[in-house]
């Protein structure tokens, strides 16, 4: 049984394997996990003219620092990949696989330029 359990979910008998997972994956937290964090933590502490426009955010950093935001966004990419691994390899669904970590690379290389360029000006 406890072997069953550790191989519950795989790539085998899949058309995904570990290499894309990684690559996109890599994608996902370089720009969302990383550069929008860099850049809002800069924007956040080191300077007096900005503050978070996100209200969530804004709340967690207010009551944990900045702990709380990097919980929020350690919450967000796992949510993501639960959901990629659970719908897109359980179901085959290649939009499934491939949706949630795109689309966290989209927002953070959007916000990490964004937040260059608020902190440039």
């Known amino acids: 049984m406890a072997t069953a359990e550790a191989n519950w979910l795989t790539f085998d008998h899949t058309p995904f394997d570990e290499i894309s997972f990684s690559r996109i994956w890599?994608?996902?937290?370089?720009?969302?996990?990383?550069g929008d964090v860099v850049t809002t933590i800069a924007?956040?502490?080191f300077s007096p003219l900005h503050t978070e426009a996100n209200p969530v955010v804004r709340q967690a950093i207010m009551a944990f620092g900045g702990g709380g935001f990097l919980g929020l966004k350690l919450l967000v990419i796992y949510a993501c990949i639960g959901i990629s691994?659970?719908?897109?390899?359980?179901?085959d669904d290649r939009l499934m696989f491939y949706a949630p970590p795109l689309l966290l690379a989209?927002?953070?290389?959007?916000?990490?330029?964004?937040?260059?360029?608020?902190?440039l000006h």
């Open 43 to 45: 924007l956040v502490y």
């Open 85 to 91: 691994l659970w719908a897109g390899v359980g179901d």
């Open 26 to 34: 890599l994608l996902a937290v370089a720009t969302y996990g990383v």
């Open 106 to 119: 989209v927002v953070g290389l959007y916000t990490t330029v964004h937040n260059l360029g608020l902190l």
